[in-house]
């Protein structure tokens, strides 16, 4: 397919749909990264150019046309054990305290999971911690906008270059399960703590329960200021007393929200819920 070629009046026409049905906003001089994306999805439904795409979604607003246009917008590189502290502040701190307030399961929220390599990373941090004699158990739930994703993620089934980008091999060999040529399975005992589910951030969180723990990781730098604040309470709402929200090194609350306390620990931040 030929490079697609963006008039700037469709590409302000794209942008407040995107931020209108998923929160996200593209700022100026994306044209490439949108062009890139879209390009299959135009290919695929014989559609010219980024105009006539608005047009279509305004006019019939398909689910799948809208959900692969999200998807193709929104899906991420990603890796486990990304940035290393959230998960050894998890083992270190939090997992220890949620012990000592004597809760048995805690529950664990790892939103915008992408393919489930973060959710995953917090079962090998529980099952470490416990092999290290800690008693605690976790629920966790991934969660993320893309289907696609989230079935990849159910499967837990990745390529040998997906299985080990950001682990070591000791920990691959821990925690996969080589189940064919160049596929590599996470264990049952690592799989069976989570669960994942089709989810907008932008919608209810009424079904997802109370959390003691929230993962919320370079996601919150795409969104609005408005919709950040709105995702930020909501988030409150459904944390525990004393539960944790764990967001991305360049992410902040600050000015969202007065119900969580920064918390220093090792060299970076958490957030406690009042």
């Known amino acids: 397919m030929a490079e697609l070629s963006i008039k700037d009046e469709d590409y302000r026409a794209f942008a407040r749909f995107l931020e209108r049905a998923c929160g996200i906003v593209l700022g100026e001089n994306k044209q490439y990264l949108v062009a890139s994306r879209l390009a299959p999805v135009l290919q695929n439904e014989q559609i010219p150019n980024l ?11 398909s689910a799948d046309l809208k959900g692969r246009v999200i998807e193709a917008m929104t899906t991420n ?5 990304r940035d290393t502290y959230p998960f050894d502040v998890l083992r270190k ?4 305290e949620m012990e ?3 809760i048995p399961t805690v ?3 790892s939103a915008a999971c992408s393919s489930g390599q973060e959710t995953y990373s917090i079962s090998m941090t529980v099952e470490e ?7 605690i158990e976790a629920e966790i739930i991934g969660t993320d906008i893309s289907p696609a994703m989230i079935d990849q993620a159910r499967r837990g089934r990745y390529t040998a270059n997906v299985a080990s980008r950001g682990l070591a091999s000791e920990r691959q060999k821990r925690f996969f399960d080589e189940v064919g040529e160049n596929t590599w399975e996470v264990k049952p005992n690592i799989r069976k703590r989570a669960s994942f589910k089709v989810h907008n951030l932008l919608e209810s969180y009424s079904g997802l329960g109370r959390f003691d723990v929230i993962y919320c990781r370079n996601v919150l730098i795409y969104f609005g200021w408005e919709s950040r604040r709105d995702i930020i309470n909501r988030m409150a709402q459904i944390t525990k007393p ?5 967001v991305g090194a360049s992410e902040s609350l600050a000015r969202h929200s007065d119900a969580f306390e920064l918390i220093r620990l090792d060299g970076g931040v958490v957030y406690k819920r009042k």
């Open 107 to 109: 529950r664990i929220w």
């Open 77 to 81: 590189e990603t890796q486990w054990f």
């Open 242 to 246: 004393g539960g944790f929200l764990v």
């Open 51 to 61: 105009g006539e795409l608005v047009k279509a979604l305004e006019k019939r607003p």
């Open 100 to 102: 000592k307030q004597r």
């Open 93 to 96: 701190h939090i997992l220890p």
């Open 129 to 135: 911690y416990r092999a290290s004699g800690g008693r």
